[in-house]
């Protein structure tokens, strides 16, 4: 199976301090996308940040980053500032060529004051 | 961005009774729509592709006769659980897609329906 690997089960942040969270993934399609989206308490999906497997550079979206090194299939996501509203679970995932989401296991980001 | 509608967002039944689970995409046609499972403290598993028109691609392991699938029109994918027992209490959440090819920059996500069978 074509698997999405998140090593940090828990991770705790300073409040206003920067946090990586880790993804790597398994994949032989040419082409693809991964994700990451934020689960608070209520179990909304909330989408972060998207990166394409072509994608030159890599992607921002206000203080979410995700540094992307394709040759190591990781796609690590990149929190600058946290706040105490960032606490919740995040997690990373991969679209496959049928639009399939396949999710990691997830990491529980606590941010402490 | 787009919006997708999932309804109820709780739902307490008895064993034994079906329970039917609506996601909607307010303001885009959803060619496909996804249905996941989420354990507590788990990550969300894949049940089933449903697209409009088609029957539902369901995952190995998933009961397609337990799990019933429904997506009559552009913007409406149903799911039934059937004769529920207390396993089947989880987190069930739906996400939708516009047609197109390529890799989209968003899957939009339902808010989700909490299932507990008692």
């Known amino acids: 199976a074509q698997k999405i690997t998140q090593t940090q089960p828990g991770m705790f942040v300073q409040e206003k301090e920067a946090v990586t969270l880790d993804c790597t993934y398994d994949t032989s399609d040419p082409s693809y996308g991964l994700f990451w989206y934020k689960q608070p308490s209520s179990g909304e999906m909330i989408f972060l940040i998207y990166?394409?497997?072509?994608?030159?550079q890599n992607a921002t979206e206000g203080r979410y980053s995700l540094n992307f090194q394709k040759a190591r299939k990781s796609a690590n996501l990149v929190i600058s500032a946290s706040q105490l509203g960032d606490s919740a679970m995040y997690f990373c995932?991969?679209?496959?060529?049928?639009?399939?989401?396949?999710f990691g296991s997830g990491t529980r980001l606590l941010v402490r004051p | 961005g787009a919006v997708v509608s999932q309804h109820p967002s709780r739902v307490i039944c008895k064993s034994g009774t079906s329970v039917k689970i609506e996601c909607r995409s307010l303001d885009f046609q959803a060619t496909t729509m996804f249905w996941y499972r989420q354990f507590p403290k788990k990550s969300l598993m894949l049940m089933a592709t449903s697209n409009e028109g088609s029957k539902a691609t369901y995952e190995q392991g998933v009961e397609k006769d337990k799990f019933l699938i429904n997506h009559a029109s552009l913007t409406l994918s149903t799911l039934t659980v059937t004769s529920a027992h207390p396993e089947d209490s989880s987190f069930y959440i739906c996400?939708?897609?516009?047609?197109?090819?390529?890799?989209?920059?968003?899957?939009?996500f339902g808010q989700g329906t909490r299932l507990t069978v008692v």
């Open positions: 990166q394409g497997s072509y994608d030159q």
């Open positions: 996400s939708a897609r516009a047609g197109g090819t390529g890799v989209v920059r968003e899957a939009f």
């Open positions: 995932a991969r679209m496959d060529s049928s639009y399939k989401l396949i």
